[in-house]
Each structure stands twice: as structure tokens, then as C-alpha cells.
């Protein structure tokens, strides 16, 4: 996987963010400027799972700090699990699940497979006008579309795909998700899957909330509370 700086001060602790399928650091600097974490934070963006393995300059990194804290969407939250990550105090979930490819707690087969196979530039503007549902006249949109090409996204999404048959049966990571935000009006991981899958754990539900929820969340505060 890719990795990018947002916020590089020195601070005692570091947020490790995982993007979504697709997606670049537009959506973190968005954040990042409208509601961003109290000083003494620096952040990380973390995206592109085409590689599962993280940065190798994350882990000296990481190395400096008092606490590494992980914020996780969509397809980010099964990726952050299989990143070999080990310390970490907090760990948030957003809009994804553990077992992406599943019929009752995660994205059904079929449209998986067919999102892969259809991947193109209509079927990209069909996908966002699902991921961004009820939101197409926000002026906001332009500031956190991708700017990565179609043919990118759709190695990566190939990738992911082989990734989780492969790794179905691994091991979960020395760390647990210790808060779930879930979309009630998120068409990409169905809200009902959603909480299927995060049975036992805490589940914030989000009243119309679609599967971007950046902006219906207070920035990172709102999601580390």
C-alpha cells in the first residue's frame, strides 16, 4: 500500500488513517482542514491495497511516537486488519467490515464481481452517485473526489478480491476495533450487513448517513471520541 503525511509536526501521537478503495489524500486533507485533530497529533494517510504490505518507512516512523491511534473506511477497515499493524491503542471502524466479500456482512459477491468486471469511467460516476447518495448538489464533492484513473482503481479492486479469498481464514490482528460508526443510508456496505458482521462490538448508528461520511461526522474528533 501507498502512504502519505497530512500532518507532520512532531506531535507525541500519530493517527494512521485508511482511505477507502479508490480513493487519494484529497479526503483526508479535507478533513484535516475543516475539523482537525488537536494539536500534538500528527496523521497518516494510508490508501491503494493493491499491496497489502505497509510503507517501509511507516515503521521507523511509527517508532517516535507515545501512541499510534487508526481510523479505518470502507474497505480501508479489512485492509488496516491485514496490514501486519501490532501497536495500536484505538482503532475506529467506518462504513466497512472485516469480511468485505460476503453475502450477509459485507458487499455481495455478485456486485463485487460485477463492480470489477464493469469497472469504467460511467460505471465510476454510477458507484460515486451511490457512495455519495443524497448529496449530488454539494459543492463540497469536488474538494474529496479522487484523482486517481479508473484502470488504477480497478487493479487495485482486482487485487483486494484475490486478497480476500486468500487471507479468509488469517488470524485477526493483537488489536480489536474498539468503535464501529455505521451509514444508515450507506448503499455500498448495506447498514443491516454491517451490523451482522459487528455483532458484540460498539455500534454507533448514523441517521442518513451514506457510505461517505465525512460530511455528516465532526471531523476527527468527532470520530475518536
Excluded: C
Excluded at 88 to 96: D, E, K, T, Y
Excluded at 99 to 115: C, K, L, S
Excluded at 123 to 145: A, H, K, Q, W, Y
Amino acid at each position: 500500500m501507498k502512504g502519505e503525511w497530512i500532518v507532520r509536526n512532531g506531535g507525541a501521537d500519530l493517527l494512521l488513517f485508511f482511505n477507502g478503495w479508490g480513493m487519494d489524500r484529497h479526503v483526508a486533507d479535507w478533513v484535516q482542514s475543516t475539523n482537525p485533530l488537536p494539536p500534538g497529533h500528527d496523521l497518516v494517510m494510508l490508501y491503494d491495497y493493491g499491496d497489502l504490505a505497509l510503507p517501509s518507512w511507516l515503521d521507523g516512523a511509527m517508532a517516535g511516537y507515545d501512541h499510534v491511534d487508526l481510523v479505518a473506511w470502507s474497505l480501508g477497515v479489512w485492509a488496516a486488519m491485514h496490514s501486519g499493524l501490532e501497536r495500536i491503542r484505538r482503532a475506529v471502524a467506518i462504513n466497512g467490515t472485516s469480511t468485505p466479500i460476503d453475502m450477509q456482512r459485507g458487499i455481495a459477491p455478485e456486485v463485487f464481481r460485477a463492480t470489477l468486471q464493469t469497472w469504467s469511467p460511467p460505471t465510476r460516476g454510477r458507484f460515486e452517485n451511490r457512495m455519495f447518495i443524497g448529496m449530488d448538489r454539494d459543492p463540497r464533492l469536488d474538494l474529496v473526489r479522487t484523482h486517481r484513473s479508473t484502470i488504477s482503481q480497478q487493479l487495485e479492486l482486482r487485487s483486494i478480491s484475490g486478497n480476500v479469498k486468500r487471507l479468509a481464514a488469517a488470524p485477526p490482528p493483537p488489536w480489536r476495533y474498539a468503535k464501529v460508526i455505521v451509514g444508515s443510508r450507506d448503499m455500498i456496505f448495506l447498514p443491516w450487513n454491517q451490523k451482522a458482521a459487528w455483532e458484540g462490538y460498539e455500534v454507533a448508528m448514523f441517521d442518513g448517513m451514506p457510505h461517505f461520511p465525512f460530511f455528516h461526522l465532526d471531523g476527527w474528533p468527532e470520530v475518536l471520541a
